[in-house]
């Protein structure tokens, strides 16, 4: 009974196995095993049928290519922002409205058309099905299930050649079988595809500037993805035909070898498997030689059946296989716009795929197919000197590089494992600087230091000042500003003081927010009996006292001067009042959230207060965290923080948002970078 439940929920659940293989699997299927591919299976009928030459031949599946190249830039972007469902379900649409045009073509032009839109299916439903699977399935499963999608194309080449057989000399009726296939791929994928963009879609500043995609990571996954795709497209574009000019050949032989090739890419399925257990660089060794190998045969060895079936098994297998790689290793660069990063890579191999069928079918006119199959094979095996210098044997290593992290004392080094994986910067190029860096005495202090450390606090304060005396800032239909929140803590406080005096402690302490709140208590009649600044920073208690002092008297200010990290409760005294302990300034942005409530439960007892402000994302996205950081105070501090570590900075600072993994969970950190010299 209990199987039976788990098979109906299977069949009935959206993101079940069955519906996002199944569903990722068709549409690949249809867009690049039928609209795109299956156009060299046709190519002798083509040709005969509008009298074409090789290299009209080669101009079209160009053509082809060129649709898909401008395709995969929109399918990358609409599924970062929009999700993944609208543009797998335009490229499904694209795939049938293509191949419905190649079966009722009635002249060169239709055809054309009709190729072109077929050929830009793949580029609008293919990226985005990374961000489907990222979504859909857990890390451990996504390697598998994005392999299995991908071997889709092999399931749409096998089954073109006999649909072809069927047709026969009506191979238009083919096409059109093809265009009734796309549209059941698309109606299923617009039932069970996530419609939200990925989590992180845009954490990045720049996801999809020519910075963030040409980073040292990136460079030999790209140049690999440009060069794979000039070789294997002169296989797809001409294989049929070549072997189509050697009349001793039984007959259907080019159907057969096309049905090989389908059979042979199943095996592609294994991509995921094959990175866990060898690991991508050696997986890659092994694809690339055997691909190559395809290439030679034909080369040398077209006349041979047995040549022919082998060289058939090698490239069905091989290319499903490579092409499945790549998209491990690009979503392995690439985490946080998976759909940016994978559709970046396979835009290139498309890139190369549109150069090298109409020079290949030049080439061919004078040079004849064979020499042009046998460059193919010495193009394919230059492939392995662009292979990853790292091993990687799943899409999400860096999700358990962060995992890893999660126990770690600092903030500072779990976010430059972050920076270091998701933004274009290597890890071995990053230093990080420590709060006590930052804010406390050093050995060596000088007048230099002692006035950067002031510098360092004003910063701060101005900052803050602004906020406070900007009665709009913040405020909107559903929420209030940052002064009127802060009026209404102080009237929550007065609310639960019930009579008694109030001790205010303050963490990292900010004299403009707690001016406010505390003349804000003193109008409500509240009895201020003392204040306690606690602080890294020795430079910040001159400022308070200053501007604390008239409020609550001289004899009623206390200053602590140490690591907040090492105090507790105990250190503040007993005290028979209600004790407030607020942190409004910027040091709890320091630590992990875990650890910083281990911080702060060390230092309060039962009946305090504790208030602590947070950045929350608003529906303006992250541009307001990035425009607060890219203010001028902002980068006076960061200049100021390298000044304390002797570090020459060679040019302002730049902001990321990026994703970390704690014990709490998943959470967004803003952090400021400055290259230095």
């Known amino acids: 009974m209990s199987r039976a439940r788990q098979s109906i929920k299977?069949?009935?659940?959206?993101?079940?196995?069955?519906?996002?293989?199944?569903?990722?699997?068709l549409i690949v299927a249809s867009t690049y095993g039928l609209a795109r591919y299956t156009y060299g299976l046709f190519v002798p009928a083509i040709q005969a049928e509008f009298h074409l030459s090789t290299a009209a031949i080669g101009l079209l599946g160009s053509a082809s290519y060129a649709g898909y190249l401008a395709a995969t830039l929109l399918g990358s972007t609409l599924s970062g922002s929009l999700g993944p469902r609208g543009p797998i379900i335009a490229g499904g649409?694209?795939?049938?409205?293509?191949?419905?045009?190649?079966?009722?073509?009635?002249?060169?032009?239709?055809?054309?058309?009709?190729?072109?839109?077929?050929?830009?299916?793949?580029?609008?439903?293919?990226?985005?099905?990374?961000?489907?699977?990222v979504q859909l399935r857990s890390p451990e499963r996504q390697g598998r299930t994005y392999a299995l999608i991908n071997s889709g194309t092999s399931y749409g080449i096998m089954i073109s050649a006999p649909l072809a057989l069927w047709a026969g000399q009506q191979w238009q009726i083919a096409w059109l079988a093809f265009a009734c296939i796309a549209v059941i791929a698309t109606v299923w994928n617009s039932r069970i595809m996530p419609t939200a963009p990925p989590r992180g879609a845009q954490q990045a500043i720049q996801p999809l500037s020519w910075r963030w995609l040409l980073q040292p990571r990136s460079v030999p996954l790209f140049s690999g993805a440009l060069l794979f795709g000039v070789t294997s497209a002169v296989y797809w574009t001409f294989a049929v035909d070549h072997i189509a000019g050697y009349g001793d050949l039984p007959g259907g032989s080019a159907q057969l070898f096309w049905i090989l090739?389908?059979?042979?890419?199943v095996?592609?399925?294994?991509?995921?498997?094959?990175?866990?257990?060898?690991?991508?660089?050696?997986?890659?060794?092994?694809?690339?030689?055997?691909?190559?190998?395809a290439c030679a045969l034909l080369g040398f060895a077209a006349g041979q059946w047995s040549a022919l079936l082998l060289s058939a098994l090698l490239f069905g297998s091989t290319f499903i296989l490579i092409t499945g790689l790549f998209g491990i290793w690009s979503v392995h660069v690439f985490q946080e716009r998976p759909s940016a990063g994978f559709g970046a890579t396979f835009f290139l191999i498309s890139a190369g795929q549109l150069i090298s069928p109409a020079i290949a079918g030049m080439a061919a006119d004078h040079l004849g197919l064979g020499w042009v199959f046998?460059?193919?094979?010495?193009?394919?095996?230059?492939?392995?000197?662009?292979?990853?210098?790292?091993?990687?044997?799943?899409m999400s290593d860096a999700n358990s590089k962060m995992e890893a992290?999660?126990?770690?004392?600092?903030?500072?080094d779990i976010v430059k494992t972050s920076l270091g994986t998701l933004a274009p910067l290597s890890i071995g190029d990053i230093d990080t600087v420590s709060n006590t860096d930052k804010y406390a005495i050093i050995e060596k202090q000088d007048e230099q230091n002692d006035a950067?450390?002031?510098?360092?606090?004003?910063?701060?304060?101005?900052?803050?000042?602004?906020?406070?005396?900007?009665?709009?800032?913040?405020?909107?239909?559903?929420?209030?500003?940052?002064?009127?929140?802060?009026?209404?803590?102080?009237?929550?406080?007065?609310?639960?003081?019930?009579?008694?005096?109030?001790?205010?402690?303050?963490?990292?302490?900010?004299?403009?927010?707690?001016?406010?709140?505390?003349?804000?208590?003193?109008?409500?009649?509240?009895n201020l009996d003392s204040y306690v600044g606690i602080d890294i920073n020795p430079r910040s208690e001159m400022r308070m006292r200053q501007v604390l002092e008239p409020i609550i008297g001289s004899d009623r200010f206390r200053y602590i001067i140490g690591d907040y990290n090492t105090l507790t409760a105990d250190d503040l005294e007993a005290y028979e009042g209600l004790t407030v302990i607020t942190m409004l300034g910027f040091q709890e942005g320091n630590e992990t959230p875990d650890k910083m409530a281990g911080i702060l439960a060390g230092l309060t007892k039962p009946g305090d207060l504790l208030f602590s402000e947070m950045q929350l994302n608003s529906g303006r996205?992250?541009?307001?965290?990035?425009?607060?950081?890219?203010?001028?105070?902002?980068?006076?501090?960061?200049?100021?923080?390298?000044?304390?570590?002797?570090?020459?900075?060679?040019?302002?600072?730049?902001?990321?948002?990026?994703?970390?993994?704690?014990?709490?969970?998943?959470?967004?950190?803003?952090?400021?970078?400055?290259?230095?010299?």
């Open 405 to 412: 992290l999660m126990d770690h004392e600092h903030l500072e």
């Open 621 to 677: 996205g992250y541009g307001p965290i990035i425009n607060f950081y890219d203010s001028h105070p902002m980068k006076q501090f960061s200049d100021s923080v390298c000044k304390r570590n002797h570090v020459v900075a060679a040019d302002q600072h730049s902001i990321f948002v990026i994703p970390i993994e704690t014990k709490l969970g998943g959470i967004m950190v803003a952090a400021t970078i400055v290259p230095y010299k």
């Open 261 to 265: 090739v389908g059979l042979a890419g």
């Open 10 to 25: 299977g069949f009935t659940d959206p993101t079940s196995t069955f519906h996002v293989v199944g569903a990722g699997l």
């Open 267 to 293: 095996a592609g399925g294994s991509a995921g498997d094959g990175v866990a257990w060898f690991g991508l660089k050696n997986t890659f060794r092994v694809a690339l030689f055997a691909n190559a190998a």
């Open 452 to 526: 950067e450390l002031e510098n360092i606090f004003s910063y701060m304060a101005e900052l803050n000042e602004a906020a406070v005396n900007n009665e709009s800032l913040c405020a909107g239909k559903e929420s209030t500003s940052i002064r009127d929140c802060l009026c209404h803590t102080a009237d929550f406080i007065a609310a639960h003081a019930h009579g008694k005096p109030i001790r205010y402690v303050e963490i990292g302490p900010e004299p403009h927010k707690t001016t406010l709140i505390l003349e804000h208590l003193e109008k409500r009649g509240i």
């Open 93 to 133: 649409l694209a795939a049938a409205a293509g191949m419905a045009l190649i079966g009722l073509a009635p002249s060169l032009p239709w055809l054309a058309v009709g190729i072109v839109l077929a050929g830009t299916s793949p580029g609008l439903a293919y990226p985005p099905l990374s961000d489907a699977v």
């Open 374 to 394: 046998d460059m193919t094979a010495l193009g394919t095996l230059a492939v392995m000197v662009c292979l990853p210098s790292g091993d990687i044997r799943q």
